[in-house]
DNA sequence: CGATAATCGAGACGGTACGTCGAGTCTTTAG
DNA sequence: CTAAAGACTCGACGTACCGTCTCGATTATCG
């Protein structure tokens, strides 16, 4: 399910029409109550409370609590994954691996560590999550890499797979495990220390070139 | 809390002692379960019923759910963490890790995962799990660039630091979020891909050394 | 059940005797809480708590709350039933039932009003409740009938069954049922206006004698 | 409490209503469970079950086992008291006595046996029972004797007050203490063994009006 | 005397019911 | 037909009590 789904493909419609108002006013308070409590402290009660909206209403809209929390995640993330090409793979990284940062580190990040635990048993939430926080990123990534490909700085046999797959990991693995702050100085050493060695041609590399 | 206590300091103890043999007849029930059906779903009733217990007998020894489940993970966890020598580093890291790797992928990772979630809620599970999960393999591997060291097997600005970090993180990315297996051969790839690469003397610097 | 068993037909015991205070101590305990809370709410850990006892030492000597009651009330009963023998049927039944009046009136008459209510479903505490309240008095007062007839007190028609009955329910009913206090002036008008008047013959029929 | 309250003052009342239904369901599974095991061993899950009901639902409504028991009889009780009116005191005596012996025998009888071991820990309990259970039944037996009184049945100075209290004692001491049968034998001896000869004229102050 | 055995207080054990609370559904009135 | 409100069933929660069992310590008899 995931999204609301507005009485399928009925054109005049009876009744009072639903507010799609309550939509975001039902998402904006599943992602706070989440970010105060964690998904498993989150009731429907206080959804609805905080929205001050019944529970049919959102059972109207969500199958479940698993649901609404997906889509609340899903919505709120697709509006936050800018593609910056600087010209430069050390400048693409650090704009990107910057804004990827400071978005996990909003209450969506909260929310998304909360459904982690959830992941194994619950499939569809697990293709939903990944799409949302894995795959979108990911995506980007490499075409970061491959625009660099383009302009021949990398090395020909660099692991660009596994680069792409290292940047996520580096940066969830903080924010979910450690509790270190995702902050700019390691963003800039993950991008110094391990990417650009990882996949970028060396300076004699570079030199040899001439 | 966590570990169940022996009623403390006093010496002479009155009344019939606990069962040692129920605290790990509970937590391996307390695996089961949570193994089968996570961590939300995991029902004290279920552990409880599966140990052929009284549910006053859990919460005689573990204040709650969760209590239980840290402790279950961590006393399972303290029996799995070999600390290999083979006298070189590609050799430990690859031994180390895919020890880690297959400890990870059997129930307590699972469990692990189950937890990650209630970590930003809950300060003393999160002191636990990184003693459990991070600390202790963390230091496996600083030890192990050590012994590396002094065998003058690395770069002198190898970042040590970074490599340890992100052994751990490319393991439990796979293992927590992306559902990739975590075999061998991945095991191998982040050895010789990425952190042997970062730390370790090139070739042509070895030679150098002649 | 009901009364202590002391290892039955052995004759030479070997082992530390049962310390025969404890069970008044038990019984004494046992009256209290159930005066105080009624028989539901009587707890085995509150009778043994009061007579600073272990539970065993309960149930080594009672198979049940319910037996421990039972054996509490009719040993306690067993010491409060005089019967008078003043010359007269009115003497006789005044003193008779203002004293047992008064022993109803007691912790005693509180717990057995507790009991009432387990009566249909215990048939073993019916028997003991029924031999304990109501025939040991139940005999007293017929025997008091029976002299009065030798003296030739009684109506020869006097129904002397019914007698009886009535003296028991009147008192019993005020105590348990209505509340209303069981003091003399309430004995004087159950002998006075009922007892008397259905079997002593009237003072024309004793003058019928002259 | 003792009855559900249907949300007090309020007109226009919000939300889904009480379902009325469930209250009788509710009363007659405890009546049903009640006289089957007796209110010690009646169990809320047990009600709960019988009429398919949430626990909830009955804690809504009752505040306690005790509560619902209560206003279970209560209710029950309301509709079995015919008032007879015959024309003559024995008739009238007779007819009301046996109609309240087959109540009492029925299972709102042993529910309110269930009760009486409550009554002094239950002051509330206590007014409910009594005013169930003895003043409607000891109002209409005054008014019978008024009746009687106003036809000139009575003697002048007969015990009123004491036969009205001793037709209920010989009823509930017969049905809750001594278990013998509330049959119609022993209505027609309590009739006209004890309650006739206390308050009606004799024949002879009968023959002497002449 | 030492060994044996049943007692004692204390409290852990398995089990059952408690009264509360949350999930997801249904039913009312109001718009 | 949708909205808010809240009652509905179901099931897990953490607690309390029952009746049993197990501990160390004590107190008797037996050999």
Redo the contacts between chains.
């Keep these: 399910m995931a999204t609301p789904v507005y009485s399928g493909t009925r054109t005049a419609q009876r009744g009072r029409p639903r507010d799609a108002s309550r939509d975001d006013a039902l998402r904006q308070a599943a992602l706070e109550v989440m970010a105060e409590?964690?998904?498993?402290?989150l009731t429907m009660d206080a959804v609805a409370a905080r929205a001050r909206a019944g529970k049919a209403t959102i059972y109207r809209r969500w199958e479940s609590k698993l649901d609404l929390v997906i889509d609340t995640c899903t919505q709120l993330a697709h509006r936050n994954l800018p593609e910056p090409d600087t010209g430069s793979l050390e400048g693409d990284l650090r704009e990107f691996l910057s804004g990827f940062a400071a978005f996990l580190s909003g209450p969506i990040g909260?929310a998304a560590?909360?459904?982690?635990?959830?992941?194994?048993?619950e499939p569809e939430l697990?293709t939903a999550f990944?799409d949302t926080?894995?795959t979108t990123q990911r995506d980007v990534l490499r075409r970061i890499l491959e625009r660099a490909d383009e302009r021949d700085e990398l090395r020909p046999e660099a692991?660009r797979g596994?680069a792409v797959?290292?940047a996520?990991?580096?940066l969830?693995?903080?924010l979910?495990?450690?509790?270190d702050p995702l902050d700019v100085p390691f963003v800039d050493?993950?991008v110094e220390?391990?990417l650009v060695?990882?996949v970028a041609k060396g300076p004699q590399e570079v030199s040899e070139l001439t």
Tied chains: 1, 2, 3, 4.
Excluded: D, N, S
Aim: positive net charge.
């Design positions: 409590v964690g998904y498993r402290a909260k560590q909360a459904l982690v635990g959830e992941l194994p048993h697990a990944r926080f894995l692991p596994m797959e290292l996520g990991a580096a969830i693995y903080r979910m495990l450690t509790g050493r993950v220390q391990v060695p990882l």
